[in-house]
C-alpha cells in the first residue's frame, strides 16, 4: 500500500481508528476525516506513536452537506487523486434530530453524507490504478424496507429503526454504484462491509457520557475494533478483489443480504433520490 492516499471517515475512535492504523501500517497515506477537530487531534496523536506511520488530519461533518463539498474540495486540492474510501462513520441516534438542511440526522451521517462524499470524489478514484469504496452496512440493514415516502422519519421515529434504515440505504446505494461504474468500464469497484458486532463507543452520549458502561460491557462480549476493522482493510487492499464489486462481506468473506438489498430497482430509485436531494447531476450518466 506504500503511495497510496486513502480516507477513513470517523477515523477518531474505534473502528475508523483501528482501520486508519492498519492501513497505514500496510504504508499508506490515511486521511482522518473527523467532525471533532479534538477528537481527531487526540486520535492523531495517539496514532504517530508508531513510527512510519503517516497521518492526515482533516474536518468533515457528515451531517452537515455544505462541509461535505467543503472536505472533498480540500482534498482534491491537496492530494489530486485518491485510491480508497472508506466511509466508517456512523451514529445511532438517540431521538429524532434534523441537520443544518433539514434532513433526518441518522439518515444523513450514516448515507445520505456518504453518498454526496463518494460522488464527489469520483473523479479522484477514477485516476487510481483501482480505486476502491467501502461503505460500512450492517446486519442491521435486514431490519425493514426503505422508506421512500418518508426517509427522514417524520413518523414512527425509532432509533433503531432509523439505524438499520440508513444501512440499508448504504447496501443498496453499493448495488446501484456498482452496475452503474461496471456499465461505463471503471476501474473503480465499491463493497459493502458488516464489521461483526463490534464494541465501540456508538452507544455513548457524547454530551453527557451517559452509557458508557454499555460500552465497557461490550467489550467484553463482543470483538474489538482491530478484529472488526479487518474485513475493511481486506476490501482496500486485496489484489483478488480487483473485479469484485456491489457485494455485501463479513469477516473477509461475500455474504448474502436481505431481499430488499438485492432489489435492483430500489437501488437505482435510491440513487436518483439522492442525487436530487444533494442538488446534484449524474456524473455517471452516458
Given at each position: 500500500?506504500?503511495?497510496?492516499?486513502?480516507?477513513?471517515?470517523?477515523?477518531?475512535a474505534?473502528?475508523?481508528?483501528?482501520?486508519?492504523?492498519?492501513?497505514?501500517?500496510?504504508?499508506?497515506?490515511?486521511?482522518?476525516?473527523?467532525?471533532?477537530?479534538?477528537?481527531?487531534?487526540a486520535?492523531?496523536?495517539?496514532?504517530?506513536?508508531?513510527?512510519?506511520?503517516?497521518?492526515?488530519l482533516?474536518?468533515?461533518?457528515?451531517?452537515?452537506?455544505?462541509?461535505?463539498?467543503?472536505?472533498a474540495?480540500?482534498?482534491?486540492?491537496?492530494?489530486?487523486?485518491?485510491?480508497?474510501?472508506?466511509?466508517?462513520?456512523?451514529?445511532?441516534?438517540r431521538?429524532?434530530?434534523?441537520?443544518?438542511?433539514?434532513?433526518?440526522?441518522?439518515?444523513?451521517?450514516?448515507?445520505?453524507?456518504?453518498?454526496?462524499?463518494?460522488?464527489?470524489?469520483?473523479?479522484?478514484?477514477?485516476?487510481?490504478?483501482?480505486?476502491?469504496?467501502?461503505?460500512?452496512?450492517?446486519?442491521?440493514?435486514g431490519?425493514?424496507?426503505?422508506?421512500?415516502?418518508?426517509l427522514?422519519?417524520?413518523?414512527?421515529?425509532?432509533?433503531?429503526?432509523?439505524?438499520?434504515?440508513?444501512?440499508?440505504c448504504?447496501?443498496?446505494?453499493?448495488?446501484?454504484?456498482?452496475?452503474?461504474?461496471?456499465?461505463?468500464?471503471?476501474?473503480?469497484?465499491?463493497?459493502?462491509?458488516?464489521?461483526g458486532?463490534?464494541?465501540?463507543d456508538?452507544?455513548?452520549?457524547?454530551?453527557?457520557?451517559?452509557?458508557?458502561?454499555v460500552?465497557?460491557?461490550?467489550?467484553?462480549?463482543?470483538?474489538?475494533?482491530?478484529?472488526?476493522?479487518?474485513?475493511?482493510?481486506?476490501?482496500?487492499?486485496?489484489?483478488?478483489?480487483?473485479?469484485?464489486?456491489?457485494?455485501?462481506?463479513?469477516?473477509?468473506?461475500?455474504?448474502?443480504?436481505?431481499?430488499?438489498?438485492?432489489?435492483l430497482?430500489?437501488?437505482?430509485?435510491?440513487?436518483?433520490?439522492?442525487?436530487?436531494?444533494c442538488?446534484?447531476?449524474?456524473?455517471?450518466?452516458s
Amino acid at each position: 500500500m506504500k503511495g497510496k492516499v486513502i480516507i477513513v471517515t470517523g477515523a477518531n475512535a474505534g473502528l475508523g481508528k483501528a482501520t486508519a492504523a492498519q492501513l497505514s501500517d500496510l504504508g499508506a497515506t490515511v486521511v482522518l476525516a473527523c467532525r471533532s477537530k479534538a477528537r481527531g487531534e487526540a486520535a492523531l496523536s495517539e496514532l504517530m506513536c508508531v513510527d512510519g506511520r503517516c497521518f492526515d488530519l482533516m474536518p468533515l461533518d457528515l451531517s452537515d452537506l455544505d462541509s461535505v463539498r467543503s472536505f472533498a474540495a480540500a482534498f482534491a486540492e491537496k492530494y489530486g487523486r485518491l485510491d480508497a474510501l472508506i466511509n466508517n462513520a456512523g451514529i445511532l441516534g438517540r431521538h429524532r434530530e434534523l441537520t443544518r438542511q433539514g434532513f433526518e440526522l441518522t439518515f444523513c451521517v450514516n448515507y445520505l453524507g456518504a453518498f454526496l462524499l463518494t460522488m464527489l470524489l469520483l473523479p479522484l478514484l477514477e485516476k487510481s490504478g483501482q480505486g476502491r469504496i467501502v461503505m460500512m452496512a450492517s446486519v442491521a440493514h435486514g431490519w425493514g424496507d426503505v422508506r421512500f415516502d418518508d426517509l427522514n422519519f417524520t413518523r414512527g421515529y425509532n432509533r433503531f429503526a432509523a439505524y438499520g434504515h440508513s444501512k440499508l440505504c448504504c447496501l443498496l446505494f453499493t448495488r446501484a454504484l456498482a452496475e452503474k461504474l461496471r456499465a461505463r468500464g471503471s476501474r473503480v469497484t465499491v463493497n459493502a462491509v458488516h464489521p461483526g458486532i463490534v464494541a465501540t463507543d456508538i452507544v455513548v452520549n457524547r454530551a453527557n457520557d451517559r452509557f458508557r458502561w454499555v460500552a465497557s460491557l461490550m467489550k467484553v462480549l463482543f470483538m474489538t475494533s482491530d478484529e472488526g476493522a479487518k474485513t475493511s482493510v481486506y476490501l482496500a487492499c486485496e489484489s483478488t478483489l480487483d473485479h469484485v464489486s456491489g457485494e455485501y462481506f463479513y469477516r473477509c468473506k461475500i455474504e448474502p443480504s436481505s431481499t430488499e438489498s438485492e432489489n435492483l430497482a430500489s437501488a437505482n430509485r435510491l440513487y436518483d433520490v439522492s442525487l436530487k436531494l444533494c442538488g446534484l447531476d449524474d456524473p455517471l450518466k452516458s
